[in-house]
């Protein structure tokens, strides 16, 4: 691997790494009624489950005592909440 193209890897690591906790209340306040799964996980990052019913996809970031629940309908979110977020 050429040595630029080492040192882009390398920064945007560093980049993402600076980033912190992908679970904020900054990053919540991000998220918007009408996003795409796709923009929600750019924003969060991958969830740590989703069920389907009824067409209804819910999706659960981070656990009991400090996380985020986006539900789906068509791809587009419907319904937020968030537990305890700093």
């Not at 040192?7 to 009408?34: D, F, H, M, T, V």
């Not at 990052?45 to 789906?72: I, K, M, Y």
Request: include cysteine.
């Amino acid at each position: 691997m050429p040595f630029r193209t080492l040192s882009l890897a390398a920064l945007a690591a560093l980049l993402l790494a600076a980033c912190g906790n992908p679970l904020s209340l900054e990053n919540y306040n991000r998220l918007k009624l009408g996003q795409s799964y796709d923009e929600v996980r750019a924003i969060i990052g991958e969830p740590a489950r989703c069920d389907e019913t009824l067409g209804v996809r819910s999706c659960e970031w981070g656990d009991a005592q400090h996380g985020v629940s986006v539900n789906f309908l068509g791809g587009k979110v419907i319904l937020l909440s968030a537990r305890n977020l700093r």
